[in-house]
């Protein structure tokens, strides 16, 4: 007879891994060693993605031939382009990352092989495309041409170039740049395990990374940014004259309703969520430049009033959505955004789980009915 379950799998170490690490009671996390708030600020994604696919970080040389690699690998293939129309028409926009990942798959000349290096060269396209993805999505549901990619810029600064239509400013292109490296891993979170669950039965790098986004959509996890937003945009359009001040009834009622409130409450950490430190910082310098800081204000008085009922931080989800809110990121592309920058962890855990491979394959406990009889169809 198996043990208990450990109900959500709280607390259970699923697997080994040096990608990164997480100090929940100090409120830490580390990527190959090196703390996030170093990271956050002066570290670019592209370095960041080398360091969690290759294993570590770039000289000059090493990030100039990977930048090369995802300039050259972020055209979406044949299959993908000719479907995009009738994706983006039919399906919303996690649902259409899933699919065109899916889809990109057929025209990677790597698809067939779980091989090192030709999952090396597979994580480094998959990386690159999926911001392009993203844009290309929006651009076709809003019935345009894709804005074509500019290989001097960045992949953030390409991105808002290839989403907005116009080239973003630097600090906007480095504060997108710093929410990449923010969320691009975070240990044994929900759509990581997926995929590392999907690559150890030796699937190919392609289904683990469909497996990953069909996770992160809900929002207990990656979705939670969209429903930030939600919320927030809901408080507003009925607060009256001062939806700051309405932010703590409501809240409030939502709580004593026994609602979760989107943004807040952690499994793993007990303190502030070290990446939402940076993106509050950032979220209030987008708000005091946009002209608006009203839904900066809204969320510190929500992050207050959480705090005050329940003791609880808000984690990685609540400040990115004000952050794409002010970088003019259409608010259903917030979790998309999420997988532009997961994707380069969730490609690193394939070739971790690959490089040391064992079938995941748990125990549950049994409760239901034992020892019945069969009764005949015609009998019942
Ligand atoms: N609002 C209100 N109460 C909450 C919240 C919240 N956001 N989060 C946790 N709680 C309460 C629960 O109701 C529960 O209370 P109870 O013991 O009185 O029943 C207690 O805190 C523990 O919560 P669980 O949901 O059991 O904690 P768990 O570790 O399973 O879940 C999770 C963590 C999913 C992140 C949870 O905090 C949550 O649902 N938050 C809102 C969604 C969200 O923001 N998700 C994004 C997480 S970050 C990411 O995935 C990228």
């Given at each position: 007879?198996?043990?208990k379950p450990s109900k959500g799998l709280a607390d259970v170490v699923a697997a080994s891994t040096a990608l990164s690490d997480i100090d929940g009671q100090a409120g830490?996390?580390?990527y190959r060693g090196y703390d996030i708030h170093q990271l956050a600020g002066s570290s670019t994604f592209e370095e960041i993605a080398y360091l969690l696919q290759r294993g570590s970080a770039p000289g000059l040389g090493e990030l100039n031939g990977y930048r090369a690699e995802l300039v050259a690998g972020r055209t979406p293939g044949a299959l993908v382009t000719s479907t995009l129309p009738q994706i983006?028409?039919?399906?919303?926009?996690m649902e259409a990352m899933r699919s065109l990942v899916s889809l990109a798959s057929a025209d990677d000349p790597d698809e067939s092989s779980?091989?090192?290096?030709?999952n090396e060269r597979k994580a480094a396209r998959l990386t690159a495309q999926?911001?392009?993805?993203v844009a290309a999505y929006h651009a076709a549901r809003e019935g345009r041409e894709s804005v074509p990619a500019d290989p001097s810029l960045s992949l953030a600064a390409n991105f808002l170039l290839q989403l907005r239509g116009t080239p973003p400013s630097a600090r906007d292109a480095e504060i997108l740049d710093t929410c990449l490296v923010l969320h691009a891993d975070h240990t044994?979170?929900?759509?990581t395990f997926a995929a590392r669950v999907c690559a150890a039965t030796l699937s190919d790098m392609h289904s683990a990374v469909v497996a990953a986004l069909g996770t992160l959509k809900g929002p207990l996890h990656g979705g939670a940014n969209e429903q930030v937003m939600r919320g927030l945009e809901a408080i507003r359009s009925t607060g009256g004259s001062d939806p700051v001040a309405a932010v703590g009834p409501v809240t409030r009622d939502r709580l004593g309703a026994g609602e979760k409130i989107m943004g807040f409450g952690h499994r793993v950490y007990k303190t502030e969520d070290p990446r939402a430190t940076h993106l509050r910082q950032m979220s209030g310098e987008l708000a005091a430049s946009s002209g608006d800081d009203t839904y900066y204000r809204m969320s510190r008085q929500m992050e207050e009033t959480v705090f005050a009922e329940k003791g609880l931080y808000p984690n990685v989800d609540f400040y990115a959505a004000t952050v794409y809110h002010y970088l003019g990121i259409p608010t259903d592309l917030f979790t998309?955004?999420?997988?532009?920058?997961?994707m380069a962890g969730w490609?690193?855990?394939?070739m971790e789980q690959h490089a040391d491979n064992r079938l995941i394959r748990p125990d549950s406990e049994y409760i239901g009915d034992r020892d019945l009889t069969w009764v005949a169809l015609s009998e019942r």
């Open positions: 007879m198996a043990d830490r996390l580390f983006a028409a039919s399906q919303g926009p779980n091989a090192a290096p030709a999926q911001p392009i993805l044994m979170n929900a759509s998309p955004v999420f997988s532009v920058s997961r490609t690193a855990h394939v």
